[in-house]
């Protein structure tokens, strides 16, 4: 159980947070539990999902956002995260389910991909704190400056998800996934 109260339904969140539930619900088919939480801030639910529509519009492809959520949740330990973008990526994305443990790893089975990945985990690891190699290696994977800032931003978006759903505690409403094997 939440240990912040989620809204039970659209009508039952703040009223400035209703018609941005709405719209999540036209767009996914269903209102998952972390838009309905971050409801109780419409501030909150209206940035993120304002950072959200924006990072969708950017240079970085589909699949890749959700090879970056996916390693961040893992480093972050975020079990909620982990089941919607597990899901997300499988049936939305088309990550094939030898992807989606790579990504969790920190890594990709497709090689450009795999920059990004990798980068966006030792940015999660190091708070941001990555050397020149670091970032000359996504560069010479073929990144531009814009997509490296994209993927930055994609780490910062999706650690606050995983902090929030940890903080509050969210019941997760996708497809459980088990934890991966540590040595």
């Known amino acids: 159980m939440s240990r912040i109260p989620t809204p039970a339904s659209i009508l039952a969140s703040p009223t400035a947070a209703q018609p941005l539930l709405a719209a999540v619900g036209e767009q996914l088919g269903s209102v998952p539990n972390l838009f309905r939480l971050a409801a109780n801030s419409p501030a ?3 940035g993120y999902l304002g950072m959200m529509g924006a990072l969708a519009k950017g240079a970085l492809p589909a699949a890749t956002r959700e090879r970056i959520a996916l390693a961040v949740a893992e480093i972050n330990g975020c079990d909620y995260c982990l089941a ?4 997300l990526g499988k ?3 088309k990550l094939s389910d030898d992807e989606i443990a790579a990504n969790r790893a920190g890594t990709s089975t497709d090689a ?3 920059a990004a990945v990798r980068f966006a985990a030792l940015v999660t690891r190091a708070r941001g704190h990555v050397g020149e190699a ?3 290696a996504v560069r010479d994977a073929g990144y531009s400056d814009a ?3 994209e993927i930055v931003q994609h780490v910062a978006l999706n650690t606050w998800t995983n ?3 940890e903080v509050a505690g969210t019941e997760i409403d996708f497809p459980a996934v088990a ?3 540590t040595a």
Do not use: G, P, R, S
């Open 44 to 46: 909150a639910l209206e």
């Open 84 to 87: 919607a973008h597990a899901y």
């Open 91 to 93: 049936h939305l994305a």
């Open 112 to 114: 450009k991909a795999d």
């Open 134 to 136: 670091a970032l000359q």
């Open 147 to 149: 997509q490296v800032i």
């Open 163 to 165: 902090y929030l759903n």
């Open 179 to 181: 934890a991966l094997e």
